[in-house]
């Protein structure tokens, strides 16, 4: 079921033009919805207000109302504007709206629902027994007709309605199942719920070295990025400043500039650990202010597949000059042609089967397929990029990026042969197909 209409209530938002991850709220709010599947947005306003909030993005394909009072009502998400929560929270609405048969549905969580440190969920109380809150909801034309049929010169109007009524039988409730959901009422909420918001950007398929560091420090930098008007594209771009950075220390900072050996293979490592790091700022800048575009996953896709050949060649040579071992070059050589080997098993995927430039979107065996496929799929994760970018850093950090060589050698190799025998598992299964 995709609902495709939605009704904002801007009665209470008595400060509109505060930001949370560098939009307004109202913005966070359309934009949240629009990119759910919502074309039809109508924005309550209290009488006072003299000038209608400006939207300053355009989509043909929706149509947004400002207005004091709704005329026409369609089954519709409700959202108090005066909040911000997870927008996983519409996967919860819409799947219990799937099977709640036309009733009304109400998203409630507690404190603790997608908690950080002292910074908790907080929404608005129907239940101060026990403490139960909501702030969104999913409600059919007849329900959000009557609704506005009450006097709304008080703003919290709806929520007094649904504590009376979502006891009832024509209600259902819907636990927020540990999502964040913070009301807003100054700057020191909102700041509260940019950390929430933030926070919860970090993404299940992260690797060990992402979830436990990287995140931990791009974080704090994409929540002042948010607030510039830098988009995703040029963090992408400027992020592989970093690897041409890395590289000019590896290969230039002996003879160039004098360092040792050591000196410039710990530049080498630490500016790649960066690049590996603010490599996340475009992904968590493209979400959080809702900036997604398809050339901006393949733009991200193809830069880290050149800074990652950077690398390759850099650590390379910088093995061969410190050790004046020939066969460096050699490996060097290989770890390139494994690279684009996998480079490209994963562009044909992207673009016949997934149709996205995400390389996260990366998948072709399940469990159901065998041990080999397994045993593929689950050793391609050692070859995740915070995982050896970290161990280069490490490697420079005692001075034994020579290591690294053998390192980016037989890793990028295995990830050429492993991808490129995915890819022709996926060529025969789709000519059996065909042949089906």
Same mark, same amino acid.
């Given at each position: 079921?995709?609902?495709?209409?939605?009704?904002?209530?801007?009665?209470?938002?008595?400060?509109?033009?505060?930001?949370?991850?560098?939009?307004?709220?109202?913005?966070?709010?359309?934009?949240?919805?629009?990119?759910?599947?919502?074309?039809?947005?109508?924005?309550? &306003?209290?009488?006072?207000?003299?000038?209608?909030?400006?939207?300053?993005?355009?989509?043909?394909?929706?149509?947004?109302?400002?207005?004091?009072?709704?005329?026409?009502?369609?089954?519709?998400?409700?959202?108090?504007?005066?909040?911000?929560?997870?927008?996983?929270?519409?996967?919860?609405?819409?799947?219990?709206?799937?099977?709640?048969?036309?009733?009304?549905?109400?998203?409630?969580?507690? +404190?603790?629902?997608?908690? &950080?440190?002292?910074?908790?969920?907080?929404?608005?109380? $129907?239940?101060?027994?026990?403490?139960?809150?909501?702030?969104?909801?999913?409600?059919?034309?007849?329900?959000?007709?009557?609704?506005?049929?009450?006097?709304?010169?008080?703003?919290?109007?709806?929520?007094?309605?649904?504590?009376?009524?979502?006891?009832?039988?024509?209600? &259902?409730?819907?636990?927020?199942?540990?999502?964040?959901?913070?009301?807003?009422?100054?700057? +020191?909420?909102?700041?509260?719920?940019?950390?929430?918001?933030?926070?919860?950007?970090?993404?299940?398929?992260?690797?060990?070295?992402?979830?436990?560091?990287?995140?931990?420090?791009?974080?704090?930098?994409?929540?002042?990025?948010?607030?510039?008007?830098?988009?995703?594209?040029?963090?992408?771009?400027?992020?592989?400043?970093?690897?041409?950075?890395?590289?000019?220390?590896?290969?230039?900072?002996?003879?160039?500039?004098?360092?040792?050996?050591?000196?410039?293979?710990?530049?080498?490592?630490?500016?790649?650990?960066?690049?590996?790091?603010?490599?996340?700022?475009?992904?968590?800048?493209?979400?959080?202010?809702?900036?997604?575009?398809?050339?901006?996953?393949?733009?991200?896709?193809?830069?880290?597949? $050149?800074?990652?050949?950077?690398?390759?060649?850099?650590?390379?040579?910088?093995?061969?000059?410190?050790?004046?071992?020939?066969?460096?070059?050699?490996?060097?050589?290989?770890?390139? $042609?494994?690279?684009?080997?996998?480079?490209?098993?994963?562009?044909?995927?992207?673009?016949?089967?997934?149709?996205?430039?995400?390389?996260?979107?990366?998948?072709?065996?399940?469990?159901?397929?065998?041990? @080999?496929?397994?045993?593929?799929?689950?050793?391609?994760?050692?070859?995740?990029?915070?995982?050896?970018?970290? +161990?280069?850093?490490?490697?420079? @950090?005692?001075?034994?990026?020579?290591?690294?060589?053998?390192?980016?050698?037989?890793?990028?190799?295995? +990830?050429?042969?492993?991808?490129?025998?995915?890819?022709?598992?996926?060529? $025969?299964?789709?000519?059996?197909?065909?042949?089906?």
């Amino acid at each position: 079921m995709t609902i495709e209409s939605a009704v904002i209530s801007a009665l209470s938002l008595e400060e509109p033009e505060i930001f949370v991850g560098g939009l307004t709220i109202l913005e966070r709010h359309i934009l949240g919805l629009y990119y759910n599947g919502v074309k039809k947005i109508t924005v309550v &306003l209290p009488d006072k207000v003299e000038k209608t909030p400006v939207f300053r993005r355009k989509f043909d394909d929706l149509t947004l109302i400002f207005t004091n009072k709704p005329v026409d009502f369609f089954d519709s998400y409700y959202i108090k504007s005066n909040t911000v929560f997870h927008k996983a929270l519409f996967d919860e609405l819409e799947r219990a709206a799937d099977a709640g048969e036309g009733k009304n549905i109400l998203v409630t969580g507690k +404190a603790m629902h997608g908690s &950080l440190w002292l910074t908790q969920s907080e929404g608005f109380s $129907i239940d101060g027994y026990i403490d139960l809150w909501t702030g969104l909801a999913f409600l059919n034309a007849e329900t959000l007709k009557s609704m506005f049929e009450l006097e709304t010169s008080d703003s919290d109007f709806d929520i007094r309605f649904f504590e009376d009524n979502y006891s009832s039988p024509d209600f &259902l409730t819907v636990s927020g199942n540990n999502r964040f959901f913070h009301r807003i009422s100054g700057k +020191a909420d909102a700041k509260s719920a940019e950390s929430l918001l933030f926070h919860s950007l970090r993404k299940p398929q992260d690797g060990l070295v992402a979830r436990i560091f990287n995140r931990t420090m791009s974080l704090p930098v994409s929540k002042i990025l948010s607030k510039t008007n830098l988009t995703p594209n040029q963090l992408s771009v400027i992020n592989a400043f970093f690897a041409v950075i890395a590289g000019f220390f590896l290969v230039f900072g002996h003879s160039m500039l004098g360092l040792s050996f050591y000196i410039s293979g710990l530049l080498g490592g630490l500016f790649m650990q960066m690049c590996s790091i603010y490599d996340g700022c475009d992904g968590e800048i493209a979400r959080v202010k809702f900036q997604y575009s398809h050339l901006g996953d393949w733009l991200d896709t193809i830069i880290d597949d $050149i800074t990652n050949c950077i690398f390759f060649a850099s650590v390379a040579a910088w093995a061969w000059f410190s050790t004046g071992q020939e066969r460096f070059i050699y490996m060097g050589v290989a770890a390139f $042609i494994g690279q684009w080997l996998a480079n490209y098993s994963m562009y044909y995927y992207l673009i016949k089967i997934a149709k996205t430039g995400n390389n996260q979107d990366y998948k072709v065996t399940n469990s159901s397929e065998g041990p @080999v496929a397994v045993f593929f799929e689950k050793i391609k994760y050692l070859t995740k990029r915070d995982f050896h970018l970290f +161990a280069f850093f490490l490697l420079g @950090v005692f001075g034994r990026l020579d290591i690294g060589a053998y390192f980016i050698c037989a890793f990028a190799v295995s +990830a050429g042969l492993i991808l490129i025998s995915q890819h022709i598992m996926l060529l $025969i299964k789709g000519s059996r197909a065909v042949k089906a």
